[in-house]
C-alpha cells in the first residue's frame, strides 16, 4: 500500500463523513439560529426552547435523508470491500 493510496482512502473516507453529517449539522444550524433570533426578540432564555425544536429537527431530517445516507454509506463500504485486493496488492 502506496502513501498516496492511503492518503486517498483518508481524503474518501473525510468527504464521506462530511457527506453524512451535513444534513443533521445544517438543520441543527438553522434551527438553532432561527430559535435565537426567536429569544432575542421575546427576551426568552429557556435552555429547552433551543433543544426541543433542533431535537425535533434533526429527527424529521433523518427520517428524510435516513435512507439516502444508508445508500451511500452501504455503496462506499461496498467499494471498499470491492478494493481489498488492490489495497494489499
Not at 9 to 36: F, H, K, R, Y
Not at 45 to 69: C, D, H, Q, R, Y
Amino acid at each position: 500500500m502506496t502513501p498516496e493510496s492511503v492518503q486517498t482512502l483518508i481524503q474518501n473516507g473525510l468527504e464521506m463523513t462530511m457527506l453524512l453529517a451535513a444534513p443533521l449539522l445544517l438543520a441543527a444550524l438553522v434551527t438553532g439560529l432561527l430559535v435565537s433570533i426567536f429569544q432575542a426578540a421575546t427576551q426568552i432564555n429557556e435552555t429547552t426552547l433551543s433543544f426541543i425544536p433542533k431535537l425535533l429537527v434533526m429527527a424529521v431530517v433523518l427520517v428524510a435523508a435516513g435512507p439516502w445516507m444508508i445508500n451511500l454509506i452501504v455503496d462506499y463500504t461496498r467499494r471498499l470491500f470491492q478494493e481489498i485486493p488492490w489495497m494489499i496488492g
